[in-house]
């Protein structure tokens, strides 16, 4: 039997979340709760007062951007914005060419006029501010409405609130749900479109390592890149256009000047995609046991597939962003499993389901409280299923023009209704987004790979029971046949595929284009399925709210600071810069250096750095850039902040608010954090401003980006 170590003594076996005093490096907080936690912010080293967190206009909050997927924030008055390699590897892809290899070599910009356009549906999104909407969108929601009746009601309150706050031109807002559906917040945010690549380094410096030291420490990887946010001549975001200006942000970060040293303090701001650390231990099991390993495999299969079609460097490069995607996803899961079996997942979250229950049969927690668990876990089972089914079924829409041609007919569909009652995504505010995706296609597809993926999808898709799989689309596809689906087609095609945008269902109908017909096939199934599914959801809803209102009670009844789960809002993190004990007499230092490249360099792909690059560490002037507490160029660093998927990009500062470093990576002894947190294990990997400053100035020459940073 395998080792567990048990997580209790940081965390407390009997605790949802964390007690702040207790454990300040846990929790992605929302900028309201900063006031909350003055003296723990204060204890741990902030030296900025801590209300300035709760100041979306200001620095430093007020100058954290998003991406749509990946964090950023600017860094001069001119609309620079910081972020990874990783998170800018689309744009890359999109300008890149065979002629021009962009991926490979890399881009600079010496002048704004050669800057290029980001990808399509690129966006650069500034909050302007997080509002409590929870008293509107429960506004009609009572335990007498069936599932499916409780997802229209949420829908509508949600799109009322959103039409409301979508009034000023290049708005663009948002409802999320906290702790499980018992709170919601809007998000409003300017909505920037005219986005331009100002540099990249080259692929052996953004991503060096590759897969091999991906989650990995020690790690030397100069994961950063800019983009530039530009608006109209008004000031007011604006389709891409040479008469745009940079956009004038209310804030930006100042480049740290001072040392950054192990155990320093350390702030991270950003927008963390999705955690689970209040999924229950049943649902916890079920992913763990059976969904987790198939999807795993699936993204394995599905790089594997790419890595054996892709046969040109053009090829490569169509394919690039999609399968490093797959690639990291694959490898973060594998880690997951892996770590979660060491530590004893499941058993930490019953014993902590243990000490809710105890509190919940309490008498004076009974009558509200008594059945919230029993009956969420209830519908646990049905839940899991419905999730594996829906993973399995989405792999059909990784091929593009599959996947375009349903999303047309569904647009064409929900078109017939007022705008008011169309699905989420298919209003008339989520039109230039489907353009963007639509025109991606062109620089992310070939067809010979395509049919491949389609074809491994259909057969993962068979393996589920015929219940739970759009048999229809399977027939139609079979009538058809693979052949005369790539060869009848003419959805390969942009100004075709952009054409049906504006066509009614009667001509999905008659068409005579292979995808256009399986999509029109496959609707009825897919709207069935849809419908299952929110009743599944609504009766979920209602059943993790009760469960968070238990859990949230307990917690109050012991005076502890709850941070919901991550849902790609705005949050801030806080720790100290520090390395850890591995093993028995083994440990990591907080700072990787120069050193380490060039030790780890062989000139072989994904360890081959650019000679400039060798010959300036070679070199060793380091000058101003130095670690004086190292006496070296420092590359990487360790953390004991809170992040997940998304935080891709976030700005890590100092104790003054200062920019030191981007945070783009954890190690796979921390994967479990989405779950569950650990303080021992779970750190944060960061590339260090300095080592980002020298790449900039030394090898690539950019003197006028530094001297715009006011980091020269």
């Known amino acids: 039997m395998r080792k567990r170590y048990s997580f209790a003594k940081f965390l407390g076996a009997a605790g949802i979340g964390a007690a702040a005093p207790l454990l300040a490096a846990e929790g992605m907080w929302l900028p309201s709760q900063a006031p909350a936690l003055q003296s723990q912010l204060r204890e741990a080293g902030l030296a900025i007062p801590p209300e300035r967190l709760a100041d979306l206009h200001a620095a430093p909050m007020g100058a954290i951007a998003s991406l749509g997927g990946c964090s950023a924030s600017f860094v001069s008055a001119d609309g620079l914005v910081a972020t990874n390699h990783h998170c800018v590897l689309g744009s890359i892809q999109f300008n890149a060419s065979?002629?021009?290899?962009?991926?490979?070599?890399?881009?600079?910009?010496?002048?704004?006029?050669?800057?290029?356009?980001?990808?399509?549906?690129?966006?650069?999104?500034?909050?302007?501010?997080?509002?409590?909407?929870?008293?509107?969108?429960?506004?009609g929601i009572t335990p007498k409405l069936t599932g499916a009746a409780r997802i229209r009601a949420l829908e509508a309150n949600r799109k009322a609130i959103v039409a409301?706050?979508?009034?000023?031109?290049?708005?663009?807002?948002?409802?999320?749900?906290?702790?499980?559906?018992?709170?919601?917040?809007?998000?409003?945010?300017?909505?920037?479109?005219?986005?331009?690549?100002?540099?990249?380094?080259?692929?052996?410096?953004?991503?060096?390592?590759?897969?091999?030291?991906?989650?990995?420490?020690?790690?030397?990887?100069?994961?950063?890149?800019?983009?530039?946010?530009?608006?109209?001549?008004?000031?007011?975001?604006?389709?891409?256009?040479?008469?745009?200006?940079?956009?004038?942000?209310?804030?930006?970060?100042?480049?740290?000047?001072?040392?950054?040293?192990?155990?320093?303090?350390?702030?991270?701001?950003?927008?963390?995609?999705?955690t689970e650390r209040f999924r229950t231990a049943a649902e916890t099991e079920g992913w763990y046991g059976r969904i987790y390993p198939r999807q795993q495999r699936m993204l394995a299969d599905y790089s594997a597939l790419i890595a054996r079609e892709t046969q040109t460097e053009a090829d490569r490069i169509a394919?690039?962003?999609?399968?490093?995607?797959?690639?990291?996803?694959?490898?973060?899961?594998?880690?997951?499993?892996?770590?979660?079996?060491?530590?004893?997942?499941?058993?930490?979250?019953?014993?902590?389901?243990?000490?809710?229950?105890?509190w919940a049969r309490r008498p004076a927690n009974r009558r509200i409280h008594g059945r919230a668990l029993v009956n969420f876990d209830g519908l646990t089972g049905e839940a899991l299923a419905a999730d594996e089914a829906r993973l399995v079924n989405a792999t059909l829409n990784r091929a593009q023009l599959l996947s375009a041609a349903r999303t047309l007919y569904r647009w064409a569909n929900e078109q017939q209704k007022p705008d008011t009652e169309r699905e989420p995504g298919f209003q008339e505010r989520d039109r230039q987004q489907l353009i963007d995706r639509l025109s991606l296609i062109d620089?992310?597809?070939?067809?010979?790979?395509?049919?491949?993926?389609?074809?491994?999808?259909?057969?993962?898709?068979?393996?589920?029971?015929?219940?739970?799989?759009?048999?229809?689309?399977?027939?139609?596809?079979?009538?058809?046949?693979?052949?005369?689906?790539?060869?009848?087609?003419?959805?390969?095609?942009?100004?075709?595929?952009?054409?049906?945008?504006?066509?009614?269902?009667?001509?999905?109908?008659?068409?005579?284009?292979?995808?256009?017909?399986?999509?029109?096939?496959?609707?009825?199934?897919?709207?069935?399925?849809?419908?299952?599914?929110?009743?599944?959801?609504?009766?979920?809803?209602?059943?993790?709210?009760?469960?968070?209102?238990?859990?949230?009670a307990h917690a109050a009844s012991e005076g502890r600071l709850l941070y919901p789960d991550a849902n790609g809002s705005l949050r801030f993190t806080f720790g100290h810069v520090r390395g850890r004990q591995t093993r028995d007499g083994e440990a990591w230092t907080a700072f990787t250096t120069a050193a380490g490249i060039l030790a780890?360099?062989?000139?072989?792909?994904?360890?081959?750095?650019?000679?400039?690059?060798?010959?300036?560490?070679?070199?060793?002037?380091?000058?101003?850039?130095?670690?004086?507490?190292?006496?070296?160029?420092?590359?990487?660093?360790?953390?004991?902040?809170?992040?997940?998927?998304?935080?891709?990009?976030?700005?890590v500062m100092n104790a003054k608010g200062e920019l030191v470093?981007?945070?783009?990576?954890?190690?796979?002894?921390?994967?479990?954090?989405?779950?569950?947190?650990?303080?021992?294990?779970?750190?944060?990997?960061?590339?260090?401003?300095?080592?980002?400053?020298?790449?900039?100035?030394?090898?690539?020459?950019?003197?006028?980006?530094?001297?715009e940073m006011g980091a020269d």
């Open 98 to 139: 065979p002629e021009r290899n962009l991926l490979r070599d890399g881009f600079l910009a010496r002048t704004r006029a050669e800057e290029l356009p980001a990808a399509p549906g690129t966006r650069v999104l500034v909050i302007d501010s997080l509002d409590d909407v929870t008293a509107a969108m429960l506004a």
């Open 164 to 274: 409301a706050c979508e009034v000023e031109p290049g708005i663009r807002c948002e409802v999320r749900s906290y702790f499980g559906g018992s709170q919601y917040w809007r998000q409003k945010m300017l909505e920037i479109r005219d986005v331009r690549l100002v540099h990249a380094p080259a692929e052996s410096i953004g991503n060096f390592g590759g897969e091999v030291d991906n989650w990995q420490w020690p790690r030397h990887t100069g994961d950063y890149s800019f983009y530039r946010a530009y608006v109209g001549p008004d000031g007011r975001p604006a389709a891409p256009s040479p008469a745009n200006r940079p956009y004038r942000p209310r804030a930006h970060l100042k480049i740290a000047r001072e040392d950054l040293k192990d155990g320093d303090f350390v702030l991270i701001a950003g927008f963390p995609g999705a």
């Open 319 to 358: 394919y690039a962003s999609i399968k490093a995607g797959a690639d990291n996803f694959a490898k973060k899961i594998a880690g997951q499993l892996e770590v979660a079996n060491r530590f004893g997942l499941v058993e930490l979250k019953r014993a902590r389901e243990a000490a809710l229950a105890d």
């Open 443 to 552: 620089r992310r597809f070939v067809a010979r790979i395509d049919r491949a993926i389609l074809m491994q999808a259909l057969a993962e898709t068979a393996t589920l029971p015929a219940a739970q799989r759009n048999t229809a689309l399977e027939a139609k596809i079979a009538e058809l046949g693979l052949d005369r689906l790539y060869s009848g087609t003419r959805l390969g095609d942009r100004a075709e595929r952009l054409a049906w945008l504006d066509r009614p269902v009667a001509e999905f109908i008659a068409s005579d284009d292979p995808f256009i017909q399986v999509a029109v096939a496959a609707y009825a199934q897919d709207m069935a399925a849809e419908g299952r599914r929110k009743e599944l959801d609504g009766r979920l809803d209602a059943a993790r709210v009760a469960w968070m209102g238990a859990a949230r």
């Open 600 to 651: 780890k360099d062989t000139g072989k792909d994904p360890f081959n750095s650019p000679p400039a690059l060798l010959a300036a560490l070679k070199e060793g002037k380091w000058g101003a850039l130095g670690s004086q507490a190292l006496g070296t160029l420092p590359v990487n660093f360790l953390s004991t902040t809170d992040i997940t998927n998304g935080n891709s990009g976030s700005a």
């Open 661 to 707: 470093g981007l945070a783009f990576d954890g190690t796979l002894e921390g994967m479990l954090s989405d779950w569950w947190f650990d303080e021992a294990t779970t750190r944060t990997i960061a590339v260090d401003a300095r080592y980002m400053r020298f790449v900039i100035g030394r090898v690539d020459g950019a003197t006028e980006l530094l001297r």
